[in-house]
């Protein structure tokens, strides 16, 4: 999924503005076209579902 976002160029999940505290004015203007299409990303989750149907994220 995130490699399709990638091709369109589509920052849905907002991971340009973990970025743009560490980048230079120029730099974050090439944010979308050098530094998302190579960017990689991972992502982890577990969920606990309990006997009430409530779901409870937890942290490794």
Same mark, same amino acid.
């Given at each position: 999924?995130?490699? #399709?976002?990638?091709?369109?160029?589509?920052? @849905? =999940?907002?991971?340009? %503005?973990?970025?743009?505290?560490?980048?230079?004015?120029?730099?974050?203007? #090439?944010?979308?076209?050098?530094?998302?299409? @190579? =960017?990689?990303?991972? %992502?982890?989750?577990?969920?606990?579902?309990?006997?009430?149907?409530?779901? #409870?994220?937890?942290?490794?």
């Amino acid at each position: 999924m995130f490699s #399709k976002l990638q091709e369109s160029g589509a920052d @849905i =999940l907002g991971l340009g %503005q973990y970025f743009r505290k560490r980048l230079s004015r120029q730099e974050w203007r #090439k944010w979308r076209t050098d530094f998302y299409p @190579i =960017l990689k990303y991972k %992502q982890q989750v577990v969920v606990h579902i309990q006997n009430e149907g409530n779901l #409870k994220m937890m942290e490794n």
